[in-house]
Each structure stands twice: as structure tokens, then as C-alpha cells.
């Protein structure tokens, strides 16, 4: 059975950190890109971050650069998104997601994702 099991959130004041993770299990681990989407009350769910586990190639929204960091762990089989200098716009529920890596492709949207975590809430406050 496939899981993606995301833990990390909390309630931070803005200019904080906080560092989520996703724990995946039940699919080959080094054959597919993990990303991680955000999704505030009352807007579409957009994409935040992605990593292939297999060659570690990223990719940031705008929004994020430079604040937040993708890496993966393939002995825990486990992504983190490192997330610092919080802004209240940074407000969602996070979520992870999984789907088969493809050498050269960077970027999955949100329907190339096959399977998806219960999501973890991150509120930061002004």
C-alpha cells in the first residue's frame, strides 16, 4: 500500500522556520519526483516544491526561492521541504505528493502526481 505521510507544521511567527517532512513508503522510492503543494482557505492548491529522488533536480515556485529547501533522504525514504523566513502568506495546508520521475523533466503539475499525502497545516502568524 502506498502512503505519503507528511509531518512538521505547526504555528510559527513570520520570519520563523519550521521543516515539514514526507515519509513515503510502498513504491520504489528512487524512481519517482516528490513535490510538495500548498493550498490556503479559499485558493486553488498550487505547487510549492519538487524533487526527483534518483538525480536530486528541484524546482522552486517564485514565491519560495530562496527561502525554502527541497532534499530527500533516500535511506529514509523520506523528502523534507526546510522552510524559513515565513511570511503569513505562507499560511496553507502542505501537502506531498509522488509521481514516476522521467530523466530531464524538473517540473509535474499537480495532475502528474499519483499519489498524495493527508496534508500537515502551516500558519504563520504577523
Known amino acids: 500500500e502506498v502512503q505519503l505521510v507528511e509531518s512538521g507544521g505547526g504555528l510559527v511567527q513570520a520570519g520563523g522556520s519550521l521543516r515539514l517532512s514526507c515519509a513515503a513508503s510502498?513504491?520504489?522510492?528512487?524512481?519517482?519526483?516528490i513535490g510538495w503543494f500548498r493550498q490556503a482557505p479559499g485558493k486553488e492548491r498550487e505547487g510549492v516544491s519538487c524533487i526527483s529522488v534518483s538525480d536530486r533536480t528541484t524546482y522552486y515556485a517564485d514565491s519560495v526561492k530562496g527561502r525554502f529547501t527541497i532534499s530527500s533522504d533516500a535511506a529514509k525514504n523520506t523528502v523534507y521541504l526546510q522552510m524559513n523566513s515565513l511570511k503569513p502568506e505562507d499560511t496553507a495546508v502542505y501537502y506531498c505528493?509522488?509521481?514516476?520521475?522521467?530523466?530531464?523533466?524538473?517540473?509535474?503539475?499537480?495532475?502528474?502526481?499519483?499519489?498524495w499525502g493527508q496534508g500537515t497545516q502551516v500558519t504563520v502568524s504577523s
Open positions: 510502498g513504491f520504489t522510492f528512487d524512481d519517482y519526483a
Open positions: 505528493a509522488a509521481t514516476v520521475h522521467y530523466s530531464g523533466i524538473y517540473y509535474y503539475t499537480e495532475d502528474e502526481y499519483n499519489y
